[in-house]
Every structure is written in C-alpha cells, then in structure tokens.
C-alpha cells in the first residue's frame, strides 16, 4: 500500500507541474473566449495561477488523505476527481465576480455622475440640505444670477436669509419631511445682501423639497429646487389691489343709491301730495282742462319716477345684504290676483290679454308676500311693456317637486340668443333698433334675480325673437330657502352697506315639468 502511495504522489506531482507550465496557455484561450471583446485581464489569470497552485497541492494531499480510509485504487481518483471539480467550479465563480464588480462600480459612478448632473443642469437654484436644514452643496442652472443677489448659502447661510416670519415656513416643511412625506414645496422670501435703488429688499421664491431616505426609510438629505416667482407675485398683488379698488367702487356706488334714494323719495312724496290735491280740487276749480292735464302728467311721472327710486333702493339693500325678508304663508293666488288688478288696464289700454293659471290644490306658500308680489309686478309689467297689441300675457303657477314654479309668458318681440347671458345685470338693457323705444332702467329684471335669490330659489329664462319670451322661478314652498340676515354686533365698527353675508348664487336649471292636475284660469 505504501509503494502505490509513494506512486501516486510522484504521477500528481508531475501532473501538478505540467498543469502549472500549461495554466496560462490555457487560461488566455478559454478567457479570451469567454469575455466576449476577446481581451484577457491580469486579474482573471493571476486568480487562474492561485487556483492551479491550490489545486496541484490539492491533487497531492486528497488522494493521500483518502487513502487511509479506503484503498489507493478508490482513493486516487476519488480525490482527483474532486480536486478536479472544485478547481473549475472555483474558477468558473471567481472569474464570474471579478467581472461582476467593475458593473456594480459602474452603475456606481453612473449614479455619482447623474446626481452631479442634476445640481449642475436642474432649472433655479439647486441646494442640497442635511436632516438639521443646514446647507451641504449648491448647484442649479441658475445658481450664478441667485449667487449674484444672495449671501453664501452654505451651513446656516441659507435660513439667514430667509425672511424672519417665514422662517418658520421653512422649518415646519424639513420637518415634515423628517416625520415621512416625501415632497412638499413652500414660498419664501430672500432678502437681497444689498439693496440697490429700484429693487425691492426681499425676493419670493418658491422651493420644492424632495427627501432622500436610507434603507431603513431615515431622513438622510433633502433636494430643493427653487426659482424666483417675484414676477407672479407681483401680479397677485396687483390682482388683490384691483379686487379691493372693485369693492371699494361696488360699496361707493351702493352707499351712492341709497343716498340717492332716500334723497329723492321724501320730494317725490310732496310732489304726488300736492299734484293729488290739485287734481281733486280740494281748494277751488282748476280754470281749464289743460291745467288739470298738467296736473295729471306731473302726476304720472312722479308715480314713474318714485317707482324707479323705490327698485333702486331695494337693489341697493339686496347688494348689502340689507334687504330684510318676512316669510309667512299665504295663497299664491291671492298675489296673482293683486297683479293681474294693477297691471289689466295697462294690457286693456294696450290691447293686450292678460290671464292667470294656478294649479288647483296648491294652497299656501312660505315666503316674503311683498317680495313675491314684486317679483311678479315686474315680470308682468316687463311682458306688457314689450308685446304689441292683440298679443297675449299668460301667468301660470304649479307645484314641482316642492318647489312653487312661476312662468310669465308673453307673445312680445323675444330676445336673442346671445343677449340672454346679460339679462338681469344692473342697468343693463337690451337694446336695438327695435327696442330703444322702451323707456327704463334696467333694474326690473336685476330686482327680480336677486328677490329670488334671497328665497333659495332659481331664475331662467327662455325667448326667441319674434316669438316671445318664458321666464321661470323656482323657489322652495316651504320657505326651507329664505336666506336669514345675521345679526351685526353693535360694538363692532364695520362698513356701510356690508358685503352679502350669503352667497346668492342661483341653483341650477332645474328639469321643467308638466303642471299636475287640472288648472283653473281667468282672463283680466
């Protein structure tokens, strides 16, 4: 057994040295054709050499090892084959690392490279902050005109600068992005290192901050990009100032008619007194019938002219959420009727038919009587003031859905299309060739908007010209609506006539339905 030991160490010994003369021949073949652009590295062949003379000591100490556990005939290839196997699995997973890592450094530097081409070609100014908002590096396409106005910002510099009320802005979003979110952005203002005549001392900017985590999800960096929003700032205020000026005009012109208003009402009021008591004669007959024409004439147009400062005041009080609603119930019909007896002998005069339709059952409505009546003064005066002779003027009312609806309809000259939108604007009128004959001021149909408006309730209208006009009002029949002014604490200095408390936007268009049940009608 010793002489075949003794044999087999002397074969492996030769194997060994031949293998070792061999090793670069065949290492630069099999590399070069498997590193696919035919180059071999130093380093694959220096783990090759290390890996053979591992080997050759291996192909000695395995076998003889071996063999004192079973005999030299099991042990000589037993071991061979082993040491065999484990050289080229060590070779194969050696070589395949090496080449693994060069990738990994790559990809490495890759990365390097691009975060060094964001802080160098990101639009604005570019800062990289660490997890106390300290500055650590400063890049940004724009970094030299930010530079040229700013102090360094590197460490504490950049929070310096900030402006002192909104430094608190800045530190509420690092920590906000220290308790987990991921971006967030804030407006700060810069203050300039020197002011020069001209410019203002603090610059808006607005910073968009993204947070870097590490594996475990610790804040580790945060990548601002800020740019200079001075500009839009600029026109913010400018839009603030001229919103203000708006309002300021709107209270000026309110605050103008109801002074107006007012004014006028208390000689108008003298003026329909003394005309009424002329006109009836109470203290001696008039000479002649052109006196008692007069008398009449002054009579009707202070009538006219009372009624326009009347609407004019409610519009200002609506406009300064003033106009004080009484709902209560009470039959729609009775109003209907009150209209149709203050408007038939203008239709009549006019040649006109004026008829009514209420939908039988309706029974009592919650809401400000005056107002509705108002409401439908208007509307109807409206429809008569712009339907010629032997047409006609329809007014229906019906439940839908519990909502009172009230349609005025006419057969007068229609409006067209693209004049609706304008309709019920203050002092707006629409006008053309054909309508510049009608007298008024363009605060009926403005009056009526905002009366409904104050009950909850919805306006549309409908015309074509030459055909007529439908106007629709919806508003809740139970008074769930009316708008409730609130009460103005007395100690409390505020401006006069006040902003709408409410806003008075208009609902929808609602779906128009059929009037349920049979209806009953009149003709005035």
């Known amino acids: 057994m010793t002489v075949c030991a003794g044999f087999g160490v002397r074969v492996l010994s030769n194997m060994a040295g031949r293998a070792g003369a061999l090793v670069d021949r065949t290492g630069e073949s099999w590399l070069s054709r498997t590193s696919g652009n035919g180059e071999v590295r130093g380093q694959e062949l220096a783990i090759l050499r290390r890996l053979a003379l591992a080997s050759s000591v291996a192909l000695v100490a395995v076998p003889a090892g071996l063999s004192f556990i079973t005999s030299a005939a099991v042990a000589l290839p037993v071991g061979v084959a082993t040491v065999c196997a484990a050289f080229l699995f060590s070779a194969v997973g050696s070589i395949a690392l090496s080449r693994q890592r060069p990738a990994s450094d790559a990809v490495e530097a890759v990365v390097v490279e691009h975060c060094d081409l964001m802080l160098e070609a990101a639009s604005g100014l570019v800062l990289l902050f660490d997890p ?196 209560e119930p009470f039959p729609i019909e009775a109003s209907i009727g009150a209209c149709e007896a203050m408007l038939a002998l203008q239709a009549k005069e006019k040649g006109l038919t004026l008829t009514s339709r209420v939908q039988r059952g309706l029974g009592d409505i919650v809401a400000d009587q005056r107002a509705i009546q108002q409401v439908l003064i208007n509307l109807v005066g409206n429809a008569i003031k712009f339907t010629d002779a032997g047409g006609a003027v329809t007014i229906d009312a019906a439940m839908a859905d519990g909502m009172l609806k009230l349609s005025v309809c006419d057969t007068g000259i229609g409006i067209a299309a693209d004049r ?22 363009g605060l009926g149909l403005s009056l009526v908007k905002g009366l409904v408006g104050l009950h909850g309730g919805s306006f549309a209208i409908a015309s074509e010209p030459g055909e007529g006009t439908v106007i629709t009002i919806l508003i809740p029949l139970d008074g769930s609506g009316v708008v409730v002014q609130q009460s103005v604490d007395a100690n409390r200095t505020v401006d006069f006539p006040p902003r709408l408390k409410h806003n008075l936007e208009m609902n929808g268009k609602r779906k128009e339905e059929e009037m349920n049940g049979p209806a009953k009608a009149k003709i005035a």
């Open 132 to 327: 106390q908002g300290s500055v650590t590096a400063v890049g940004g396409r724009d970094r030299a005109e930010f530079l040229s106005w700013m102090r360094d910002p590197s460490g504490r510099g950049f929070i310096e600068q900030v402006h002192i009320s909104d430094r608190i802005l800045f530190l509420q979003a690092v920590d906000t992005l220290r308790q987990g979110r991921d971006a967030l952005g804030v407006d700060l203002r810069l203050e300039r290192s020197a002011v020069i005549e001209g410019n203002d001392q603090f610059i808006h900017i607005r910073m968009e901050m993204s947070a870097r985590r590490d594996g475990e999800g610790r804040l580790t960096a945060i990548v601002s990009q800020s740019r200079d929003i001075s500009y839009d700032q600029q026109l913010r205020d400018e839009a603030a100032r001229k919103t203000a000026e708006a309002e300021s005009a709107n209270d000026a012109k309110s605050r103008f008619l109801a002074a107006v208003s007012h004014e006028l009402r208390t000689p108008l009021n003298a003026i329909l007194g003394f005309s009424d008591i002329l006109s009836g004669e109470y203290f001696g007959k008039l000479e002649n019938n052109r006196q008692r024409e007069y008398v009449g004439l002054i009579r009707q147009s202070g009538a006219h002219l009372l009624s326009v400062v009347n609407t004019m005041l409610d519009m200002s009080k609506i406009e300064a959420g003033r106009y004080e609603l009484v709902p």
């Open 420 to 441: 609706l939108a304008s309709l019920g604007q203050p002092f707006v009128q629409i006008q053309n060739d054909y309508t510049r004959r009608y007298a008024g001021t």
